[in-house]
Every structure is written in C-alpha cells, then in structure tokens.
Nanobody
Framework: VQLQASGGGLVQAGGSLRLSCLASGRTFTNYGAGWFRQAPGTDREFVAG????????YYIDSVKGRFTISRDNAKNTVYLQMNNLQPEDTAVYFC?????????????????WGQGTLVTVSS
C-alpha cells in the first residue's frame, strides 16, 4: 500500500493550496482517510478526517472554515483544500488511511501513511 502526497509549497499568508493524496495497493473506498501535520519540534497532530464515502468530515477548530477535506474514490485520491493560510499552518502535512470506515483523530487508528508534503506560509 502506498500513499503519495503532493501539493505543498511556499505561499504568503492569506493564500491557498490544495494537497492531494493518491492511494494505491488497497481498496481505497473501504477506508476513512485523514490529514495530519507536524511542525518542527512538535507532535504530529490531526487536522481533518473524512469517512470512506465522503458523507462526513471532521476538522480541528483552528482550521474550521478555512480547510476542506474531500475525496474522489474513482481516482483513489483524498484532497485538502486550504484557504486563508496563516504562518501557524506551516508544517509537513501527511495523509493517512484508517483501519476502518470512519473518522478518527488518533494516529493509532491509521495504518498507512504518505511521505509528507511541506507547506510553508510566510507572513
């Protein structure tokens, strides 16, 4: 199973980026998915999650109204649209798939991880 994350980059505060995560090697439609991020010197934190069918999503408070997680099961891809980015959003972003169909904030509920893509937001 492989997850390939892409779409990171350097953006000014207030700008937007869309991250993509392409899954291969498993039946993507059977599992939930999520995005995490890790800033230097901090633990990896949950950002957003989505159910296997895209019917529900969950966000941490700091990104609500700015970030949108979505998925295209026909393309085995999950996305994270990030708008109004702020310097505190700077981190390496990781996608992951859950062990089951639902949403989870816990890293231990995810079994496959992408390699991470760096998002840098300048002030």
């Amino acid at each position: 199973v492989q997850l390939q994350a892409s779409g990171g980059g350097l953006v000014q505060a207030g700008g937007s980026l869309r991250l993509s995560c392409l899954a291969s090697g498993r039946t993507f439609t059977n599992y939930g998915a999520g995005w995490f991020r890790q800033a230097p010197g901090t633990d990896r934190e949950f950002v957003a999650g989505i159910r296997l069918d895209g019917s529900r999503a969950y966000y941490i408070d700091s990104v609500k109204g700015r970030f949108t997680i979505s998925r295209d099961n026909a393309k085995n891809t999950v996305y994270l649209q990030m708008n109004n980015l702020q310097p505190e959003d700077t981190a390496v972003y990781f996608c992951a798939t859950t062990k089951g169909p639902g949403i989870s904030r816990e890293k231990s509920d995810y079994d496959y991880w992408g390699q991470g893509t760096l998002v840098t937001v300048s002030s």
